[in-house]
């Protein structure tokens, strides 16, 4: 009897698991075919392998950041600016770089240096507006 | 449930703690109770240690996590418009869904023996994806369409 009820019991539980990475997927990947890729390569090798790497885990989200926030193309665009940006004029274009990628250390080294704040209004309202205080 | 592929790599196929079919269960039980992931953990730890197991499962289960939140959460929160976080954030996503849907693969080919489960796990999808119903009402009727057509 007991067996009887599991039996079904682990069909609907797969059922779940499957339909939720379904939907995780959607709701992050959208339609973006080249994500739509990592899923289905993640997918095949735990599939295969038998193993979850979670390296790979690391490895996508960089994949990530390469298709959506290529931070070495200088765009003037505000969607791919670092969120503190005090200007090239400031900064050699490697601190920009790493303002992108620690942009809490960069900070307090900054005010630490008394770096020009105030002189850059509209930086100001860009890092206020985007860090929510 | 991303967390469902990782359980299953350690539970099942290193410590072999669980068979795949008390594993399933395991995850049954969380599914149909509030809090899936703790319970989930927690029934692992039982099965394996008792109530001691139990508690040692839920603690490290929730406890890394809880720590992240409380002293890194707040950074990504403040940060989570960064096109940079916001594009890793994507990738891991897209990464973290697979390895879900590859474990489902695994344990569906341990489970899908013949028509009958054939047709529970196509009424279960259905039920979830066309249908809308809440999970635990998915678990009840697939537990009673299980004793139905429950063969031996």
Redesign the interface.
């Given at each position: 009897?007991v067996?009887?009820?599991?039996?079904?019991?682990?069909?609907?539980?797969?059922?779940?698991?499957?339909?939720?990475?379904?939907r995780?997927?959607r709701a992050?990947?959208e339609r973006?075919v080249r994500?739509?890729f990592?899923?289905?390569?993640?997918?095949?090798?735990?599939?295969l392998s038998?193993?979850?790497i979670?390296l790979?885990?690391?490895?996508?989200?960089?994949?990530?950041?390469?298709?959506?926030?290529p931070?070495w193309k200088n765009s003037t665009d505000a969607?791919?600016q670092?969120?503190i940006f005090v200007g090239p004029r400031l900064h050699k274009s490697a601190s920009r770089v790493w303002d992108?990628?620690v942009?809490?250390l960069s900070r307090q080294e900054r005010s630490r240096s008394g770096a020009v704040w105030p002189s850059y209004p509209s930086s100001i309202k860009v890092s206020f507006s985007?860090?929510?205080g | 449930?991303?967390i469902?592929?990782?359980l299953h790599?350690g539970v099942v196929?290193d410590y072999r703690w669980l068979t795949e079919?008390q594993f399933?269960?395991a995850?049954?039980v969380g599914?149909i109770t509030p809090g899936p992931v703790v319970i989930t953990a927690a029934f692992v730890g039982y099965l394996v240690g008792g109530l001691a197991g139990s508690m040692i499962a839920a603690g490290a289960v929730f406890l890394p996590v809880y720590l992240f939140v409380l002293f890194i959460g707040r950074?990504i929160?403040?940060?989570r418009?960064?096109?940079?976080l916001?594009?890793?954030?994507?990738?891991?996503?897209?990464?973290?869904?697979?390895?879900?849907?590859?474990?489902?693969?695994?344990?569906?080919e341990g489970?899908?023996v013949d028509l009958a489960?054939v047709v529970?796990?196509i009424a279960?999808?259905a039920?979830?994806?066309v249908f809308k119903l809440p999970?635990p009402v998915?678990?009840a009727?697939?537990?009673?369409?299980?004793?139905v057509?429950?063969r031996g």
């Open positions: 009897m067996q009887a009820l599991f039996y079904g019991i682990g069909l609907a539980v797969i059922s779940i698991i499957a339909i939720s990475a379904f995780l997927a992050t990947v973006d994500l739509w990592i899923f289905c390569a993640i997918a095949a090798i735990t599939f038998r193993t979850e979670a790979l885990f690391v490895v996508a989200g960089i994949i990530g950041i390469f298709i959506y926030a931070f969607s791919t670092p969120i992108s990628w942009p809490s985007t860090t929510g | 449930m991303a469902v592929p990782f790599q196929l079919r399933l269960d995850v049954a599914v950074y929160v403040r940060y418009e960064h096109p940079t916001k594009g890793f954030v994507k990738g891991a996503t897209a990464a973290a869904s697979g390895a879900i849907a590859g474990a489902a693969v695994i344990l569906a489970s899908i489960t529970i796990a279960s999808s039920g979830l994806r999970e998915i678990i009727g697939a537990a009673i369409a299980g004793v057509l429950y």
